[in-house]
T-cell receptor, first 117, second 109 residues
Framework: GAVVSQHPSRVICKSGTSVKIECRSL??????MFWYRQFPKKSLMLMAT?????????EQGVEKDKFLINHASLTLSTLTVTSAHPEDSSFYIC?????????????FGPGTRLTVL | SQELEQSPQSLIVQEGKNLTINCTSS?????LYWYKQKYGEGLIFLMM?????EEKSHEKITAKLDEKKQQSSLHITASQPSHAGIYLC?????????FGDGTTLTVKP
């Protein structure tokens, strides 16, 4: 099946620094990717929809200047957490959508655990 | 927006027992997905249901979508420790996916 990778899998950074997380579709092209945030024992919270070649669409309450998304190619989307603070510590998951006819299937990356000290 | 409620929130079963997880939507479902997640990892796609009354099986896991397309159930037969994890239902609405809060399954050997 389709594979989505994320890099890094874990990152620890100091407060105030920026962190970039990459999401790649390895064997297919994805015009649409999604970024989620997950808190412990909670479900996924959609942060933004990343569209190749255009600006990302952010969900209400998500600061677009803090969480910069770039979808420069059909196989890569990046999420940059700028000026990270301890409250940004979380598990970030991306997914890529594959559409075949009327069927939409999402393939999820393995996630990136961000810890901000 | 689409809201999905899962029940139970957590489940502890003895190995070999059957179990059922439910997912109820506030709106008609046009695509209902079941995923499994191990803590700290990504989601593994299990099954997708689209048609009312549809039922799909994968190994010992069976998922059904009711005729009214507002409720789905995931049934595991003869549970194994490998079935342990978090089960999430998800649905598409207006081009976006929403998820239930998940059901944490523990299987005791």
């Amino acid at each position: 099946g389709a594979v989505v990778s994320q890099h890094p899998s874990r990152v620890i950074c100091k407060s105030g620094t920026s962190v970039k997380i990459e999401c790649r579709s390895l064997d297919f092209q994805a015009t649409t990717m999604f970024w989620y945030r997950q808190f412990p024992k909670k479900s996924l919270m959609l942060m933004a929809t990343s569209n190749e070649g255009s600006k990302a669409t952010y969900e209400q309450g998500v600061e677009k200047d803090k969480f910069l998304i770039n979808h420069a190619s059909l196989t890569l989307s990046t999420l940059t957490v700028t000026s990270a603070h301890p409250e940004d510590s979380s598990f970030y998951i991306c997914s890529a959508r594959v559409t075949s006819g009327s069927l939409n299937t999402q393939y999820f990356g393995p996630g990136t655990r961000l810890t901000v000290l | 927006s689409q809201e999905l409620e899962q029940s139970p929130q957590s489940l502890i079963v003895q190995e070999g027992k059957n179990l059922t997880i439910n997912c109820t939507s506030s709106k008609t479902l046009y695509g209902l997905y079941w995923y499994k997640q191990k803590y700290g990892e990504g989601l593994i796609f299990l099954m997708m249901l689209q048609k009312g009354g549809e039922e799909k099986s994968h190994e010992k896991i069976t998922a059904k979508l009711d005729e009214k397309k507002q409720q789905s159930s995931l049934h595991i037969t003869a549970s194994q420790p490998s079935h342990a994890g978090i089960y999430l239902c998800g649905a598409d609405h207006a081009g976006k996916s929403t998820f239930g809060d998940g059901t944490t399954l523990t299987v005791k050997p």
